[in-house]
Every structure is written in structure tokens, then in C-alpha cells.
């Protein structure tokens, strides 16, 4: 059965600091693989999607960039953190891009 | 632009009643559309998937069913019990296979 991790569970990082969040799922190959991010009281935005390795699409433009260097590894990055990237950051994969998404169990990002 | 409504945005119901959460959304191009559910500080999980050909998915007692054309979804959800509190979230698949999300209905069941 496929399983997506997301690591780290929890993360305070001051302002202007980097940031490196890891999503990898098992039990498949060649997934469509998203981070989302959801914000206090709002709904989810897609930020970045990919449907291979070193291919990514971002749907929001601002600080934040994503990499695919592994098939079932994607990696949500910044180079300097504001406040108004605190949120709770979701990765997704399906196997189709009409298929249905599974998400990881999301990562609580504070920026202090 | 895709935009999609949840009605109503809160719900409390005691146990053991049926209840109906409403999905609206403007752009009927669609793939599908997909329910789920979230716990506090959880991440999403999927409950049910309906292909843009399809009127309806049943999965134990939940069903949902799609009107594409009024755009328009459904998420029927009988007996309530304490464990279906949570927030239920719509989203349909359109162009560019976007997914866009509703803001979700929180449901609180009393026992």
C-alpha cells in the first residue's frame, strides 16, 4: 500500500532564516506530487506541483521553491522565511492527475 | 477563475441525525470531485472521489453525489456519530488539473 511521510512534523524558525521540508511516498512509481499550504483560518492553496523528477509548476508566486530530485521525493524550500509563511504545509500525491490525491499528515511551520 | 462554497460553514447536530453538507462551485469544467475530511492538526483525508461521468459515490454511510452542470455537490452523511466531528472539505478538479478547495464545514456531532 503507498504511504507519504512528511518530515518535520512541527518547525519554529525565526524570520529571515531558511527552510527545508521533505515529503516521500512509498508504494508507487512516477507519482503527480503538490504541496499545499494551509493558513490560520483559510483555505488550502496549491503552491507547486510536479509530474516528474526536476519538473515543478508553481502556482503562487513568492519566496518559496520546490524541488523534485527523486521520483517519490519532493522538497518544499525558502532562502529567507517572513512571517506570513507560517502555515500548515501539505503534500498530496495521485497516480493520475485525475485521480484521487492522498495527503501526508502536514507539517506546522511557525515563523517567529 | 474556479470559486467553491461550503454551506453551511459550521454545523452541530446530536448524534444519530442525517445531515447534508453543501459544495457549490462556478466553473462546471470539471474532472472530478473529491470530499474529504480533517481532523485538528491533521492532515487531509480522502472519503470519497466522483468522476466528472458519475451522479454519485457511496462509501458505508456517507454518499455524494455531483450535479455537474448546476455545479453543485452533495455529502450525505447518515446516523451521525461523535467520530464524523471534523471539518468536511470539497474540491473539485478542473483546468490545468488544479484542484481548488472549499473552506470547509466544521461538524460537531454531540453524543
Known amino acids: 500500500s503507498q504511504t507519504i511521510h512528511q518530515w518535520p512534523a512541527t518547525l519554529v524558525q525565526p524570520v529571515g532564516s531558511p527552510l527545508s521540508l521533505e515529503c516521500t511516498v512509498e508504494?508507487?512509481?512516477?507519482?503527480?506530487l503538490y504541496w499545499y499550504r494551509q493558513a490560520a483560518g483559510r483555505g488550502l492553496q496549491l503552491l507547486f506541483y510536479?509530474?516528474?523528477?526536476?519538473?515543478i509548476s508553481s502556482e503562487v508566486p513568492q519566496n518559496l521553491s520546490a524541488s523534485r530530485p527523486q521520483d517519490r521525493q519532493f522538497i518544499l524550500s525558502s532562502k529567507k522565511l517572513l512571517l506570513s509563511d507560517s502555515g500548515f504545509y501539505l503534500c498530496?500525491?495521485?497516480?493520475?492527475?485525475?485521480?484521487?490525491?492522498?495527503f501526508g499528515p502536514g507539517t506546522r511551520l511557525t515563523v517567529l | 477563475k474556479q470559486e467553491v462554497t461550503q454551506i453551511p460553514a459550521a454545523l452541530s447536530v446530536p448524534e444519530g441525525e442525517n445531515l447534508v453538507l453543501n459544495c457549490s462551485f462556478t466553473?462546471?469544467?470539471?474532472?472530478?470531485l473529491q470530499w474529504f475530511r480533517q481532523d485538528p492538526g491533521k492532515g487531509l483525508t480522502s472519503l470519497l472521489l466522483?468522476?466528472?461521468?458519475?451522479r454519485e459515490q457511496t462509501s458505508g454511510r456517507l454518499n455524494a453525489s455531483l450535479d455537474k452542470s448546476s455545479g453543485r455537490s452533495t455529502l450525505y452523511i447518515a446516523a451521525s456519530q461523535p467520530g464524523d466531528s471534523a471539518t468536511y472539505l470539497c474540491?473539485?478538479?478542473?483546468?490545468?488539473?488544479?484542484?481548488?478547495f472549499g473552506a470547509g464545514t466544521r461538524l460537531f456531532v454531540k453524543a
Open positions: 474540491a473539485p478538479l478542473g483546468g490545468g488539473f488544479k484542484t481548488i
Open positions: 498530496a500525491w495521485n497516480n493520475l492527475p485525475y485521480n484521487e490525491q492522498f
Open positions: 510536479s509530474v516528474g523528477i526536476g519538473q
Open positions: 466522483i468522476q466528472s461521468s458519475q
Open positions: 466553473d462546471s469544467a470539471i474532472y472530478n
Open positions: 508504494g508507487t512509481s512516477n507519482p503527480n
